[in-house]
């Protein structure tokens, strides 16, 4: 075999001497695209984490503020406000008219607004539609488990509640026929109207419930449905006593849903388009 020119010993030296010098050093070699991208996708879900911690932790915060504000309530002046915010409901244009509704069945150990006239008077006072009398269409909260999972049943009387392992009133899943109570995401028609509880909220309809995440998670439920059936949204109506409002913003994460109106002793507190529209005097 001839033996390689020495001009050309040196051009390739040359070459390799080139290459050596342009590449970069494999511990000075820049990270991928990909391995960018990730990294910045970490930092994103770290940065994101951390504000819903600060959030929930607000809200631990917000939730001990409001339930000593509850308990120090003088008994007198939470009858005058549950009997207020009660007649305020029952007096309004919107809820005369509504058809099927959801209501909360109050509890006292949680100082919720009571509700117990509201009920009565659901259950009792037929509608009037035309020549013909209907009697409105009331659904009430059954807890299932402890993962967010609430039902909203029909009832027709009060004797259909039985007291849960907490003593709060729910409708038992089955009715004295034996057969089964009708579930609101089984309805073939909409409702019309929820009353809500919650432990504080502002007047820009953000709510601060007790932390279980059950109606924000049922509320989600049926808002899907309505749209997937194209009917009207109902109305999200919150029953709050005065100390309940608060001036400065309640915290909330992008789960939380907002309430449409505030019913307060001093009266409705319409806040959303959908609630300023259906609430005119």
């Given amino acids: 075999m001839a033996a390689t020119p020495p001009s050309a010993v040196a051009a390739i030296s040359l070459k390799l001497s080139r ?3 342009l590449r970069p050093p494999p511990s000075y070699a820049q990270p991928s695209l990909s391995t960018r991208t990730i990294t910045m996708n970490i930092n994103s879900q770290e940065q994101q984490q951390d504000n819903l911690d600060g959030i929930f ?18 008994p007198t002046l939470r009858s005058h406000e549950d009997n207020a915010i009660q007649s305020v409901v029952l007096e309004a244009p919107w809820f005369r008219s509504c058809q099927r509704l959801c209501a909360y069945i109050c509890c006292s150990a949680l100082r919720e607004v009571d509700t117990s006239n509201l009920l009565s008077a659901i259950l009792q006072s037929p509608l009037k539609e035309g020549d013909v009398q209907v009697r409105k269409k009331l659904y009430v909260p059954r807890v299932e488990d402890k993962n967010c999972h609430m039902r909203m049943l029909n009832i027709s009387c009060m004797d259909d509640l039985v007291a849960n392992s907490m003593n709060i009133l729910e409708p038992a899943p089955i009715d004295a026929d034996g057969n089964e109570r009708e579930d609101v995401l089984q309805a073939s028609d909409p ?8 432990l504080a909220f502002d007047r820009s309809g953000r709510r601060l419930g007790r932390g279980g995440g ?6 989600k439920n ?16 919150a029953l709050s006593y005065s100390v309940q409002i608060l001036d400065e913003g309640v915290p909330v994460t992008p789960h939380d849903l907002l309430v449409d109106a ?15 529209d259906r609430m005119r005097p």
Avoid: C, H
Wanted: aromatic content about 10%; overall charge positive; hydrophobic content about 50%.
């Fill in 57 to 74: 932790k607000q809200k631990r915060i917000l939730r001990s503020k409001v339930r000593k504000a509850l308990k120090a309530m003088d």
């Fill in 222 to 237: 049926y808002q899907e449905l309505a749209k997937t059936r194209n009917w009207k949204q109902p109305l999200l109506v």
């Fill in 262 to 276: 505030l019913v307060s002793p001093a009266g409705v507190i319409p806040i959303s388009p959908a609630a300023l």
């Fill in 214 to 219: 059950y109606y924000d998670t049922f509320l």
């Fill in 19 to 21: 290459a050596a010098i």
């Fill in 191 to 198: 409702v019309d109207l929820f009353l809500l509880p919650g």
